[in-house]
């Protein structure tokens, strides 16, 4: 039940992304740096649940991520790299 909570909480964090980028590019803010983050909220979610699709069940979908990430998977590398460049243009965004 506490996995539940933590897409909830999960998918709800990058809907308030996504809205912020939008009004980021309306009122002509960072426009380039919004658009990047729109993309990346709507393809780095897709890109992971179609490569975690395969995972072995024993493993959560954070520990498959790292472990692919580890092997140096490409699909892991691009997650990673969207995730954290989120979280940058997210705490950049607040700052202003």
Do not use: D, H
């Amino acid at each position: 039940m506490s996995e539940i909570w933590l897409w909830v909480v999960f998918y709800l964090f990058l809907m308030i992304l996504f809205i912020i980028a939008i009004i980021s590019v309306i009122k002509k803010r960072r426009i380039a740096m919004s658009m990047i983050a729109i993309l990346l909220i709507i393809s780095v979610p897709m890109v992971s649940l179609i490569n975690s699709i395969g995972r072995p069940m024993e493993m959560n979908e954070f520990e498959f991520l790292a472990r692919e990430f580890m092997q140096g998977a490409l699909w892991a590398i691009f997650a990673i790299a969207g995730y954290l460049y989120l979280l940058v243009w997210f705490i950049l965004t607040l700052k202003k």
